[in-house]
């Protein structure tokens, strides 16, 4: 069979000495004559922005947000068969609803030595920080938001 997914376009650019930014844009339209569990889905738009942060006095931080467009994915055909059976759960929704995703961060690097890239860091970590609870494929979770706090030591 064949398949064809199309593009995508990004830039990243330095704002200031301390700031710095990306921006990415995709458009995939996903042409296929497959059949059976090789078909492929996605989502036809995905975009997503961010900015960080870094200064002299050891703060850093990062924000990113994503957006992902509806998507339908093929679902394969053993799942209506089991549908069937005594006890036997509905097939998954293979449709996904678009979904934005906001992503922060906020760090503090204890110490660095520059000549041999030893470094320290605390920080926080908040993925999906608008806990907009959705799925990113018909057979995942439901994501919600989460803290994550990190000490990192590159020695």
Do not use: C, M
């Not at 799942?79 to 906020?106: C, E, I, K």
């Amino acid at each position: 069979g064949s398949g064809h997914i199309w593009g995508e376009v990004g830039v990243e650019f330095l704002a200031t000495s301390w700031l710095t930014g990306f921006a990415n844009y995709s458009y995939q339209e996903i042409r296929q004559d497959f059949t059976g569990v090789d078909r492929r889905g996605g989502p036809r738009f995905k975009a997503n922005a961010g900015l960080r942060g870094e200064w002299e006095n050891g703060l850093n931080g990062e924000i990113w947000v994503h957006y992902y467009g509806a998507a339908t994915y093929p679902i394969d055909s053993s799942f209506f068969q089991f549908a069937t059976f005594p006890g036997g759960s509905p097939p998954p929704n293979g449709r996904v609803g678009s979904y934005v995703l906001l992503n922060l961060r906020a760090a503090y690097r204890l110490w660095q030595e520059r000549k041999t890239g030893r470094e320290a860091e605390v920080a926080v970590t908040a993925f999906n920080a608008l806990n907009d609870h959705h799925r990113e494929h018909p057979l995942s979770e439901i994501l919600s938001s989460r803290v994550i706090g990190w000490l990192t030591i590159k020695y």
